[in-house]
């Protein structure tokens, strides 16, 4: 399949056929697969963007697309497409932070973590930038604060997903909405 360029939405799949079109799709129809990347592409991206600070998320978001026309044919339809896609593209996301081998050091522990993000200037006419400030916060508390405040994740659901405690969990979720104060106020 070649590269599918990041493009505007374009809602083509209407509402009444979706699951033919995904359908299709899965038998190996490339203008059906076209329909479904654009209609889901926003939210894609957009849950990408959170769950990395918007680092890669172009990049990453293709990966997912990439993922979901390898993986089509296995999807059975005991959820909604737009369900199961959206779990591919957290298990996606959550796959490159531990190839990164990364993720242990992201999860601080101690107090000095609130030194390491500067408060913002106190100018009254600036609106709270709260995109800016989830960037800002260090990697594990950002995943866990989407996944959990934005996403709607149980603390078990995210421990499972992370191989982590579930304390560990409440605790960088914790740390994460301190943080956004501490930005935010």
Same mark, same amino acid.
């Given at each position: 399949m070649e /590269? #599918? /360029? #990041?493009?505007?939405?374009? *809602?083509?799949?209407? /509402?009444a056929e979706p699951s033919r079109t995904v359908a299709r799709a899965a038998g190996g129809d490339v203008s059906a697969f076209e329909d479904l990347y654009r209609t889901h592409l926003p939210r894609v991206h957009s849950l990408v963007r959170r769950m990395? $600070? $918007?680092?890669?998320a172009d990049e990453l978001t293709q990966d997912i697309f990439v993922r979901i026309? *390898?993986?089509l044919g296995t999807f059975r339809g005991d959820s909604s497409f737009t369900t199961w896609m959206h779990r591919l593209a957290v298990n996606v996301v959550i796959e490159r932070f531990r190839s990164e081998q990364t993720r242990r050091a992201r999860l601080h522990d101690g107090e000095a973590i609130f030194e390491t993000l500067a408060g913002r200037m106190e100018t009254p006419d600036l609106g709270m930038d709260f995109e800016t400030a989830l960037e800002k916060l260090p990697d594990g /508390?950002?995943?866990?604060?989407?996944l959990h405040d934005v996403e709607g994740y149980k603390h078990h659901e995210i421990a499972t997903l992370l191989d982590i405690s579930a304390g560990t969990s409440k605790a960088q979720l914790h740390r994460a909405r301190m943080m956004l104060r501490k930005h935010l106020k």
């Open positions: /590269a #599918l /360029a #990041l493009v505007s939405p374009v *809602q083509s799949v209407s /509402a990395t $600070g $918007g680092r890669d026309w *390898q993986k /508390a950002r995943e866990i604060f989407v």
